[in-house]
């Protein structure tokens, strides 16, 4: 099972981009997905939320200008970023909740499931 993030990428300040990550493997369910990112020299921080059922949550600094949602069927999870400043400047993760299969037929269920990063820089 894997997470495969795209979409990052530089842009103006004002400016949008859209990223996304694909589920893939053999995977039961997938619960909560989310968006985090990570500055220099910060800690990972939660952008938004999606739950299986549709309910969002966001940052403070995503309020407004960030719009997370998903496609259960094609197993992804979008992030819809305008508005964009210096300050969104970061690496950023898709993370989920699911549970998949393991080779020998077994379930596991897995809490923060990391994709890799994907870079999104904004220039002033």
């Known amino acids: 099972v894997q997470l495969q993030a795209s979409g990052g990428g530089l842009v103006q300040a004002g400016g949008s981009l859209r990223l996304s990550c694909v589920a893939s493997g053999r995977i039961l369910s997938i619960n909560d997905m989310a968006w985090y990112r990570q500055a220099p020299g910060k800690q990972r921080e939660l952008v938004a939320r999606?739950?299986?059922?549709?309910?969002?949550t966001y940052a403070d600094s995503a309020k407004g200008r960030f719009t997370i949602s998903r496609d259960n069927a094609k197993k992804t999870v979008n992030l819809q970023m305008n508005s964009l400043k210096p300050e969104d400047t970061a690496v950023y993760y898709c993370?989920?909740?699911?549970?998949?299969?393991?080779?020998?037929?077994?379930?596991?269920?897995?809490?923060?499931?990391w994709g890799q990063g994907t870079l999104v820089t904004v220039s002033s």
């Open positions: 993370n989920v909740d699911w549970g998949y299969y393991m080779a020998d037929g077994s379930i596991v269920q897995q809490k923060d499931y």
């Open positions: 999606i739950s299986s059922g549709g309910l969002t």
